[in-house]
């Protein structure tokens, strides 16, 4: 039975929580980008490019951890969403694959309480509805299995992602 008993949403910006990490919408050259990426990596410092240059990069759909420096997070988990075309060509499974391999090393790293924002959602351009039910899902789906995780917060920048994501949420929870 998928668990949705430990999932909070939330409107604001991720790099301010206090959290034992967050997640990073990355790109594959995992060097810094727009939208959340430069965020993080304007909030994290100079240190954390420096950790990411070692880690040579990562595919669509993986993940790899970092140390959260100048930020409140202890950790931040890079994970590279698709890019979006016409949802035919393999992007719902890798949208998947970024949730399920960024929870993965999360609890490998004794990680329990973990912030994600919406993945692909901003210049990768996957729509909203569409991503919030892969990250919903396939997050209760983990939660199942996995008692270690405390909480999982899903971080929408803005109202109208927010509503988005509630609106889903309270059908999950009605089990419709
Ligand atoms: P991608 O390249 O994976 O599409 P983006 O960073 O462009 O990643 O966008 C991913 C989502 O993150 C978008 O919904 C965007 O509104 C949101 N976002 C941007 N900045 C922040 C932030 N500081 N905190 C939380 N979410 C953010």
Redo the contacts with the bound molecule.
């Keep these: 039975m998928p668990d949705l008993s430990r999932i909070e949403l939330r409107q604001?910006?991720?790099?301010r929580l206090s959290v034992d990490a967050i997640v990073n919408?990355a790109?594959s050259s995992l060097l810094g980008?727009?939208?959340?990426?430069g965020?993080?990596h304007r909030a994290a410092g100079p240190e954390l490019l420096a950790e990411c240059r070692t880690l040579g990069g990562c595919p669509a759909g993986e993940a790899r951890i970092t140390r959260g420096y100048r930020l409140p997070a202890r950790y931040v988990i890079h994970t590279v969403?698709p890019v979006y075309s016409d949802g035919q060509s393999g992007e719902p499974e890798l949208l998947r694959s970024c949730y399920v391999n960024s929870l993965t090393l999360a609890v490998e790293q004794g990680v329990r309480t973990i912030a994600f924002?919406?993945?692909?959602?901003?210049?990768?351009?996957?729509p909203?509805q569409d991503a919030a039910r892969i990250a919903l899902g396939t997050t209760a789906g983990f939660l199942a299995t996995s008692p270690s995780i405390e909480k999982v917060i899903f971080?929408?920048?803005?109202h109208e992602?927010q509503q988005v994501y509630e609106r889903l949420l309270k059908d999950m929870r009605s089990g419709i």
């Design positions: 604001g910006d991720i790099t919408a790109n980008g727009g939208g959340v990426d965020a993080i969403g924002p919406a993945i692909s959602c901003g210049v990768y351009g996957y909203m971080v929408q920048f803005g992602a």
